[in-house]
């Protein structure tokens, strides 16, 4: 079969680190298994992302072209002026640098565009360089753009983000996202959208990444129940709703945080007070983030792993990235999730877990309890035909979905 080749516009790539970093990296390398060879364009290093350089291995062999952005986290004066006043976010003129450098290739170089947000400027980009060059476009919402739980604009932006959120859905060749409630989402916000041009390819996880070195990480004493959350932190605002719910569970059940050890691995650098505040020092541990080919010992060496979301039902339709490495490795989660949300589903449905409504501390921490001692009677298990549901969050068989997708996208 004929190899085709296809723009990858992302500001998710090696050496950066974190979970969207890892789906764009997974789909340049597999889908060059499938016959799709990427061209990734992305921003250069700016000091304003965490860096992964271990995986940069992974991605030798991908041809990466990189365009400078402005460091925002050291012009925070800049970073408000446009926030308040550019169109979509602070990386609208990346993607105009992005869109004019582009301009300057030669037509035929690729069959297709894919743009993965966010940021969701990058659409804007992909959009651009689509009808200059006459290819079909995909547009990539790893994460919801106005719908998102934590977008906040005023009036006038609003009606910005929306008209171009509005344009992008109805421009790209085809839509992408994370989550089925994230399309469902979608088309009832915006009903215009033909349902046939939006498919649902979840985050994953790759075994190859999930390989263990038999050392086990410092801090995991036996005796003690190890509990894991993998990925940055957000602030009290968000991360608080765990804490409480801790400090809840203690106080139903004192001494508890003596037998058991929260180990959170990422970047810490937006921690918060409240652990202290709250007392938690006992049982919670904090470690800088550790390298994609260094979690499989950290998720190995937990009895159990965790993930949380904030009282918001815009955070129905969200898994964050790190679940997908719990389920790849056979983990029971305890979630503090929407009721109704995705993760709930996916956890009760194949009874992998628990999920708690963050909503209500009580409740949640009486539901962290019952999860604490189910774990210890055994209680969870991934069955033996569970290879079904395991598949659909395999990276590989996902990259096979979007070859696919590209495939029907290019007749020609």
Not at 118 to 129: K, Q, T, Y
Not at 163 to 185: D, G, H, Q, Y
Request: hydrophobic share 40%; with cysteine.
């Amino acid at each position: 079969m004929k190899e085709k080749k296809f723009l990858l516009l992302t500001h998710a790539f090696p050496p950066f680190g974190g979970g969207g970093v890892q789906r764009m990296a997974k789909f340049a390398v597999y889908l060059e298994q499938e016959n799709w060879k990427a061209t990734v364009l992305a921003p250069r290093e700016s000091g304003d992302s965490w860096i992964d350089e271990a995986r940069m291995k992974e991605v030798a062999g991908v041809e990466v072209i990189r365009i400078g952005k402005r460091n925002l986290k050291q012009d925070q004066i800049w970073r408000k002026i446009v926030r308040r006043f550019f169109p979509i976010d602070p990386y609208f003129q990346w993607a105009v640098n992005a869109w004019s450098l582009i301009r300057t290739y030669p037509k035929g170089k690729w069959q297709l565009i894919f743009s993965s947000s966010p940021p969701h400027s990058i659409h804007l980009a992909g959009m651009w360089i689509a009808k200059e060059l006459g290819i079909p476009w995909v547009a990539d919402f790893r994460d919801h753009f106005t719908q998102g739980p934590e977008y906040k604009a005023g009036f006038f932006k609003q009606k910005s983000d929306r008209f171009f959120e509005s344009k992008f859905l109805k421009m790209a060749s085809a839509i992408v996202v994370n989550t089925e409630t994230n399309r469902k989402e979608i088309l009832s916000k915006f009903p215009s959208v033909n349902p046939d041009k939006l498919h649902v390819i979840y985050n994953g996880f790759d075994l190859a990444d999930l390989q263990q070195n038999q050392v086990r990480p410092e801090g995991f004493e036996k005796g003690l129940t190890h509990f894991l959350y993998l990925g940055g932190l957000r602030g009290d605002h968000i991360d608080g709703t765990f804490y409480h719910t801790l400090a809840k569970a203690i106080q139903f059940r004192p001494g508890i945080e003596n037998r058991i050890r929260i180990h959170i691995v990422g970047d810490i650098s937006r921690k918060g007070a409240l652990p202290e505040k709250l007392g938690l020092n006992t049982c919670i541990r904090f470690s800088e983030p550790v390298a994609y080919n260094e979690v499989a010992n950290f998720i190995a060496a937990s009895d159990a792993c965790l993930t949380w979301q904030r009282p918001n039902s815009r955070y129905k339709g969200t898994i964050a990235g790190k679940v997908f490495d719990y389920i790849g490795m056979r983990k029971p989660i305890f979630s503090l999730g929407q009721p109704d949300g995705e993760i709930a589903g996916i956890l009760t449905q194949y009874g992998i877990g628990i999920s708690a409504d963050p909503s209500d501390t009580g409740s949640a921490a009486l539901a962290f309890l019952e999860f604490h001692d189910a774990l210890l009677r055994g209680e969870f298990d991934y069955s033996k035909d569970s290879a079904d549901f395991l598949s659909i969050f395999d990276r590989r068989r996902q990259a096979s979905q979007l070859a696919s997708l590209f495939s029907k996208l290019c007749t020609n």
